[in-house]
Structures are given as structure tokens and as C-alpha cells.
């Protein structure tokens, strides 16, 4: 694994081009022979300027229509931490393996957890996104040692493929942002589920958003808060129709505190398929993240300061993909105010998939 960092001008869209935004990127992990990615589906925590994020490792294996890792090798959690605002990065096996590699059978979660504690994190993960159902594990000590597996219910559904978008509200009290089955079985609609017995035991709140078609999924939301009644969840979709398939990513609004959503079509993102990640900065801004599948292929961001009812232009991170086997960032933001950007990347289509990094400043708009 080798760790290094080199500094990049970011080229911004035309509605932006006043801005001087510049990033710095660092490799999270690379190894030749392996397959580093998705960090969207295992999660980002900060305190300040450390940074844990998770991500799958795999082997590589050459693949023109697909992802390049080998379906028949293992794949297995690992985590990065960066004590130095994202710069540098090391390399960590999740506590709840064993020596070989194995994890417990998921219990029941018998006791509350406190949510509020300094050093708590969260992470919810899923057997499989097309079967199987997920479990949930909790540290407070900085992801450093983690309680589980624990169940999570399977809400009556035929699967349940979560991953960590949350959001607490108390003590013991929290909202998570997760995918069910459809009725066929396969992904995907989002729901939010509510605890407020420090994850004992959870409840159906809402669905967001309708039951997609067949071939079609609704999935991997990234929520916010907007005020004591409104959040704001981007959704990743996709439609199949007349053999012809398209992805994007659309936000959906609640302003009932997540009883209801309503579609806000006007916002959709056109990224060929990739998973949003959105937060709020100190000053109300929005922010969200996004992996781009077409070409020039790579890393994209846009901001709302009249929270998410209109955007900017895409704010290009980077360029320089080898091919759209990239991307599922998730974001975190800096106590300098800077924003490190964590998703899985590649420079030529054939080359190894590795984890990366982005730290930027956000333009201020007019």
C-alpha cells in the first residue's frame, strides 16, 4: 500500500468559474492484484481532523462489462484512518472479525445504545444487495473496537440492503435511511426506520418515494435535516423500460418529519448511475457528492444555499477516470472548513480499482 499526496487545480463549471477551487488528492489504499471500493456502502465518521471510512477489498479480475473483482475470490470490510484531515491513511481490520476473517452470528440488540457519546459511530451493512437481509454494529471509541453483528428486523420484506445513512435525535434515539426488497425480491425502496429504545428495537416509519418498476430500482439514500420538519434525501435510481436502461440520482423532500416524501423532479442529477452523498455545512449550504459514469469520467459536487431547492452547476473534483468503474463517494467536512471527498477510483479501464481522496474547499456563491 502505498500512501502519497499531490496537489490539482479543480476545473469548475461555467456558473462556478469565478470561484478558485482547488483540491489535493491522496490514495486511501492501492495494491496491484486487488480491488478496492464502494465506499457508499460501508460508511464515512469524522471527529475533526480524523477520519474513518470503510470500503470492500477484493481481488482483481478483468472484466470489459463490469466491475474488475473476482465474484470467486473472498471479499472482505476494511477500514482507512486519517488523523491528518485525510493526507495520509492507514490501513485497519474491523474489530468484529476474527483470525479468520470471520464474523459472529448476528444477535439481538439487547441493551440501549448510546447514541449521543462523543466517539460514537455507527454502521450498518448489508449480506448482499439482491438478497439476504442486514445487520447493524456500533463503537465508541472512534471505530476503533465495535459492538455486533446485531439483527436488524426484516420489516416483512424479502430483503433488507442498508447501508449507514442515519440520523440521531437523541440519546437513544435514531432514524436510519434504508432499502428493502421490492415485492419481486430484488432491490430496491427505500424506507426510514425509527428506535427509540437505543436500537433494541426498530420501527416502519415511510416509505420514500413509490415502488419502482420491474427491472427499475429506488436505492442507497443520503439524508439531511433541514429544519425541525423537513429532510432532504437524494435517491439513486434506475429504470428499465422498452430494453432501454437509464440511472440518475433525484432528491425527495419530507416536510412532515419523514412521514411523507414527494419527488422533486426538477433536480434530478443525469450521472449514469451512481450513489449520491449529501451533507450541511455550518452556514446552511448544501452539499452533495457524486461519482460521474460517462465520460470525462470521475468525481462531481454541486451546492444549494436555498436548501436544495435549486443547485449550482457541477463542480468537477476530478476528470482524469479511466472508465465509470468509479466513484460512490461519501463526504465529510473538516473543523477548518475544508471537505474530504472518499470514493473508489481508476485510471485506465483495466487497470486496478483503488480508494482516494479529494480535500477541497467549497466556492462561496454570489
Excluded at 48 to 72: C, M, R
Excluded at 88 to 116: H, M, R, V
Excluded at 179 to 189: P, Q, R, S, V
Aim: glycine fraction near 10%.
Amino acid at each position: 500500500m502505498h500512501s502519497f499526496t499531490f496537489l490539482i487545480a479543480c476545473l469548475l463549471s461555467p456558473a462556478l468559474m469565478h470561484h478558485d477551487v482547488k483540491a489535493e488528492n491522496s490514495i486511501v489504499f492501492r495494491e496491484n492484484g486487488r480491488f478496492g471500493g464502494w465506499p457508499a456502502n460501508n460508511g464515512i465518521w469524522n471527529w475533526g481532523s480524523e477520519i474513518v471510512v470503510g470500503f470492500t477489498l477484493g481481488y482483481h479480475k478483468d472484466n470489459p462489462n463490469g466491475h474488475t473483482i473476482d465474484g470467486n475470490q473472498p471479499q472482505v470490510p476494511r477500514f482507512a484512518r486519517s488523523v491528518d484531515g485525510g493526507r495520509t491513511w492507514k490501513i485497519e481490520l474491523p474489530s468484529y472479525l476474527n483470525k479468520e476473517g470471520k464474523e459472529a452470528t448476528p444477535q439481538p440488540c439487547t441493551e440501549s445504545i448510546d447514541f449521543k457519546h462523543t466517539d460514537f459511530a455507527m454502521q450498518f451493512r448489508m449480506k448482499g444487495s439482491n438478497h439476504g437481509y442486514s445487520h447493524f454494529y456500533w463503537s465508541n471509541d472512534r471505530c476503533k473496537t465495535w459492538h455486533g453483528p446485531y439483527l436488524l428486523p426484516t420489516f416483512d420484506r424479502k430483503g433488507i440492503f442498508a447501508r449507514s445513512d442515519y440520523e440521531i435525535q437523541g440519546k437513544h434515539e435514531m432514524t436510519a435511511y434504508l432499502t428493502a426488497a421490492k415485492e419481486d425480491g430484488n432491490e430496491g425502496w427505500p424506507f426510514a426506520a425509527h428506535t427509540k429504545d437505543g436500537g433494541k428495537t426498530w420501527q416502519f416509519q415511510s416509505w420514500i418515494g413509490t415502488q419502482p418498476g420491474k427491472g427499475g430500482y429506488s436505492i442507497m439514500p443520503s439524508t439531511v435535516r433541514l429544519s425541525a420538519n423537513e429532510l432532504l434525501s437524494f435517491i439513486r435510481r434506475r429504470a428499465d423500460s422498452d430494453q432501454t436502461k437509464s440511472w440518475w440520482i433525484e432528491p425527495y423532500r419530507s416536510s412532515d418529519n419523514g412521514r411523507t416524501w414527494k419527488l422533486e423532479e426538477d433536480n434530478r442529477i443525469d450521472n449514469a448511475g451512481n450513489p449520491a452523498h449529501m451533507l450541511k455545512l455550518p452556514d446552511g449550504r448544501l452539499v452533495v457528492t457524486y461519482g460521474y459514469r460517462r465520460a470525462p469520467f470521475g468525481i462531481r459536487a454541486k451546492i444549494s444555499s436555498d436548501q436544495g431547492k435549486t443547485w449550482s452547476q457541477d463542480i468537477i473534483l476530478r476528470k482524469d477516470g479511466g472508465n465509470w468503474d468509479l466513484g460512490y463517494p461519501r463526504t465529510v467536512l473538516r473543523s477548518d472548513g475544508k471537505l474530504v471527498t472518499v470514493y473508489y477510483f481508476n485510471d485506465t479501464s483495466s487497470e486496478f480499482r483503488y480508494i482516494a481522496a479529494t480535500i477541497w474547499a467549497p466556492p462561496t456563491t454570489p
